[in-house]
Protein backbone atom coordinates (compact mmCIF):
# COMPACT_ATOMS: atom_id res chain seq x y z
CA UNK A 1 0.00 0.00 0.00
CA UNK A 2 1.30 3.45 -0.34
CA UNK A 3 1.70 5.65 1.46
CA UNK A 4 -1.65 7.96 0.92
CA UNK A 5 -3.00 4.82 0.41
CA UNK A 6 -2.77 4.33 4.51
CA UNK A 7 -3.59 7.90 5.05
CA UNK A 8 -6.89 7.05 3.51
CA UNK A 9 -7.67 3.74 5.15
CA UNK A 10 -6.79 5.41 8.49
CA UNK A 11 -9.26 7.86 8.08
CA UNK A 12 -11.73 6.04 6.52
CA UNK A 13 -11.87 3.32 9.31
CA UNK A 14 -11.98 7.00 12.18
CA UNK A 15 -15.14 8.11 10.48
CA UNK A 16 -16.68 4.69 10.79
CA UNK A 17 -15.67 4.29 14.22
CA UNK A 18 -17.28 7.83 14.71
CA UNK A 19 -20.27 7.01 13.44
CA UNK A 20 -20.83 3.36 14.65
CA UNK A 21 -20.28 5.20 17.84
CA UNK A 22 -22.85 7.37 16.73
CA UNK A 23 -25.45 4.44 15.79
CA UNK A 24 -24.77 3.24 19.31
CA UNK A 25 -25.34 6.73 21.01
CA UNK A 26 -28.79 6.71 19.68
CA UNK A 27 -29.63 2.96 20.14
CA UNK A 28 -29.01 3.83 23.69
CA UNK A 29 -30.98 7.36 23.63
CA UNK A 30 -34.05 5.77 22.07
CA UNK A 31 -34.11 3.09 24.33
CA UNK A 32 -34.24 5.60 27.19
CA UNK A 33 -37.02 7.81 25.60
CA UNK A 34 -39.11 4.46 25.33
CA UNK A 35 -38.37 3.88 29.15
CA UNK A 36 -39.53 7.23 29.99
CA UNK A 37 -42.86 7.07 28.15
CA UNK A 38 -43.58 3.91 28.95
CA UNK A 39 -43.71 5.46 32.73
CA UNK A 40 -45.88 7.62 31.76
CA UNK A 41 -48.62 5.85 30.11
CA UNK A 42 -48.88 3.87 33.35
CA UNK A 43 -48.56 6.73 35.54
CA UNK A 44 -52.17 7.53 36.70
CA UNK A 45 -51.84 11.22 37.37
CA UNK A 46 -50.54 11.94 33.81
CA UNK A 47 -53.69 9.81 32.35
CA UNK A 48 -55.80 11.90 34.44
CA UNK A 49 -54.19 15.22 32.86
CA UNK A 50 -54.63 13.37 29.26
CA UNK A 51 -57.67 12.97 29.69
CA UNK A 52 -58.87 16.29 31.07
CA UNK A 53 -56.99 17.92 28.11
CA UNK A 54 -58.77 16.02 25.01
CA UNK A 55 -62.05 15.64 26.71
CA UNK A 56 -65.13 16.73 24.73
CA UNK A 57 -65.98 20.29 25.91
CA UNK A 58 -70.05 19.96 25.85
CA UNK A 59 -72.19 16.74 25.75
CA UNK A 60 -75.78 16.97 24.64
CA UNK A 61 -78.26 15.78 27.05
CA UNK A 62 -81.41 14.12 25.62
CA UNK A 63 -84.69 14.75 27.71
CA UNK A 64 -84.56 12.47 30.10
CA UNK A 65 -80.87 12.13 31.35
CA UNK A 66 -79.83 13.03 34.67
CA UNK A 67 -78.37 16.19 34.42
CA UNK A 68 -75.55 15.31 37.22
CA UNK A 69 -74.67 11.95 34.65
CA UNK A 70 -74.55 14.78 31.91
CA UNK A 71 -71.97 16.96 33.37
CA UNK A 72 -71.66 20.32 34.23
CA UNK A 73 -71.20 21.87 30.27
CA UNK A 74 -74.02 20.56 29.27
CA UNK A 75 -76.20 21.84 25.95
CA UNK A 76 -79.56 21.22 26.67
CA UNK A 77 -81.74 20.36 23.77
CA UNK A 78 -85.08 22.43 23.69
CA UNK A 79 -88.04 20.18 23.52
CA UNK A 80 -90.85 21.92 22.58
CA UNK A 81 -93.88 20.28 25.02
CA UNK A 82 -96.36 19.74 23.44
CA UNK A 83 -99.90 21.23 23.59
CA UNK A 84 -103.03 19.95 23.37
CA UNK A 85 -104.75 21.12 20.90
CA UNK A 86 -108.05 20.31 18.67
CA UNK A 87 -108.43 20.90 15.67
CA UNK A 88 -111.85 22.27 13.99
CA UNK A 89 -113.95 20.46 11.67
CA UNK A 90 -112.76 22.65 8.75
CA UNK A 91 -109.02 22.27 9.38
CA UNK A 92 -109.54 17.93 10.26
CA UNK A 93 -111.13 18.39 6.48
CA UNK A 94 -108.31 20.14 5.06
CA UNK A 95 -105.92 17.95 6.68
CA UNK A 96 -107.30 14.23 5.87
CA UNK A 97 -110.27 14.44 4.44
CA UNK A 98 -110.06 16.61 1.57
CA UNK A 99 -107.75 14.20 -0.50
CA UNK A 100 -110.29 11.98 -1.14
CA UNK A 101 -113.48 14.08 -0.40
CA UNK A 102 -112.62 17.16 -2.04
CA UNK A 103 -112.37 15.67 -5.94
CA UNK A 104 -114.04 12.61 -5.09
CA UNK A 105 -111.38 10.11 -6.16
CA UNK A 106 -111.52 5.98 -5.17
CA UNK A 107 -115.86 6.79 -5.02
CA UNK A 108 -115.50 8.89 -2.16
CA UNK A 109 -118.59 11.65 -2.18
CA UNK A 110 -117.56 14.75 -3.15
CA UNK A 111 -117.66 17.43 -0.40
CA UNK A 112 -120.77 20.12 -1.51
CA UNK A 113 -121.79 16.88 -3.97
CA UNK A 114 -125.88 17.09 -2.76
CA UNK A 115 -126.51 14.07 -4.91
CA UNK A 116 -123.55 12.16 -3.65
CA UNK A 117 -124.39 13.41 0.09
CA UNK A 118 -128.38 13.05 0.49
CA UNK A 119 -128.83 9.52 1.19
CA UNK A 120 -125.89 9.42 2.59
CA UNK A 121 -127.13 12.49 5.06
CA UNK A 122 -130.54 10.75 5.62
CA UNK A 123 -128.90 7.69 8.08
CA UNK A 124 -128.03 10.51 10.06
CA UNK A 125 -124.77 12.27 11.37
CA UNK A 126 -124.15 9.49 14.08
CA UNK A 127 -124.06 7.01 11.55
CA UNK A 128 -121.94 8.96 9.31
CA UNK A 129 -119.52 9.27 11.95
CA UNK A 130 -119.31 6.40 13.04
CA UNK A 131 -118.48 5.33 9.49
CA UNK A 132 -115.54 7.91 9.23
CA UNK A 133 -114.29 6.91 12.81
CA UNK A 134 -114.10 3.35 12.25
CA UNK A 135 -114.03 3.01 8.65
CA UNK A 136 -116.33 1.43 6.14
CA UNK A 137 -117.07 0.10 3.04
CA UNK A 138 -119.60 1.03 1.35
CA UNK A 139 -120.79 0.68 -2.24
CA UNK A 140 -118.67 3.24 -4.31
CA UNK A 141 -115.98 2.52 -2.47
CA UNK A 142 -113.44 2.24 1.03
CA UNK A 143 -113.16 4.77 3.42
CA UNK A 144 -110.23 4.04 5.80
CA UNK A 145 -110.93 4.40 9.46
CA UNK A 146 -110.19 8.27 10.36
CA UNK A 147 -109.12 8.77 6.61
CA UNK A 148 -105.60 6.83 7.52
CA UNK A 149 -105.19 9.75 10.09
CA UNK A 150 -105.68 7.44 13.26
CA UNK A 151 -103.52 10.34 15.29
CA UNK A 152 -107.11 12.32 14.84
CA UNK A 153 -109.37 12.66 17.65
CA UNK A 154 -113.07 10.73 17.64
CA UNK A 155 -114.24 14.55 18.33
CA UNK A 156 -111.77 15.83 15.52
CA UNK A 157 -113.17 13.25 12.80
CA UNK A 158 -117.24 14.39 14.38
CA UNK A 159 -116.35 18.10 13.74
CA UNK A 160 -114.71 17.37 10.16
CA UNK A 161 -118.09 15.05 9.42
CA UNK A 162 -120.04 17.67 10.35
CA UNK A 163 -118.34 20.23 8.24
CA UNK A 164 -119.01 17.98 5.47
CA UNK A 165 -122.27 17.24 5.59
CA UNK A 166 -123.22 21.00 6.19
CA UNK A 167 -121.40 21.63 3.03
CA UNK A 168 -123.21 18.93 1.10
CA UNK A 169 -126.56 20.00 1.88
C1 LIG B 1 -108.40 7.47 1.11
C2 LIG B 1 -109.54 8.25 0.74
C3 LIG B 1 -110.39 8.85 1.84
C4 LIG B 1 -110.01 9.72 2.82
C5 LIG B 1 -108.63 10.26 3.11
C6 LIG B 1 -111.20 10.02 3.58
N1 LIG B 1 -112.27 9.35 3.05
FE1 LIG B 1 -114.17 9.44 3.74
N2 LIG B 1 -114.75 8.15 2.28
C7 LIG B 1 -113.93 7.61 1.32
C8 LIG B 1 -114.70 6.77 0.44
C9 LIG B 1 -114.18 6.00 -0.76
C10 LIG B 1 -116.03 6.83 0.90
C11 LIG B 1 -117.25 6.15 0.31
C12 LIG B 1 -117.46 4.76 0.91
C13 LIG B 1 -118.72 4.16 0.30
O1 LIG B 1 -119.79 4.64 0.65
O2 LIG B 1 -118.55 3.23 -0.48
C14 LIG B 1 -116.01 7.71 2.05
C15 LIG B 1 -117.14 8.00 2.79
C16 LIG B 1 -117.16 8.88 3.85
C17 LIG B 1 -118.33 9.22 4.59
C18 LIG B 1 -119.73 8.69 4.36
C19 LIG B 1 -119.90 7.43 5.16
C20 LIG B 1 -121.29 6.83 4.93
O3 LIG B 1 -121.77 6.21 5.89
O4 LIG B 1 -121.83 6.99 3.85
C21 LIG B 1 -117.94 10.10 5.55
C22 LIG B 1 -118.84 10.75 6.59
C23 LIG B 1 -116.54 10.30 5.41
N3 LIG B 1 -116.07 9.55 4.36
C24 LIG B 1 -115.81 11.13 6.20
C25 LIG B 1 -114.44 11.30 6.06
C26 LIG B 1 -113.68 12.16 6.93
C27 LIG B 1 -114.23 12.95 8.08
C28 LIG B 1 -112.40 12.09 6.49
C29 LIG B 1 -111.20 12.79 7.07
C30 LIG B 1 -110.94 12.58 8.44
C31 LIG B 1 -112.38 11.20 5.36
N4 LIG B 1 -113.62 10.75 5.14
C32 LIG B 1 -111.23 10.87 4.65
C33 LIG B 1 -112.58 7.82 1.18
C34 LIG B 1 -111.80 8.64 1.99
Redesign the pocket.
Known amino acids: MSNQDHKFFDLFMLIIGVLVGITILLVFLARYIAEQTEDMATDSMYQQQLEDRIKPVGRAALPGDEPEQAGAAVTKIAVATPVATTLSGPQ??NA??V???GTG?????KIGDAAAWAD?IA?GTD???K??ISG?????????P????TD?SDQE?SG??EY??SESR
Open positions: VYACSCHIAGAPRTQLTHAFQGSTGYMPKGGRLIAVMV
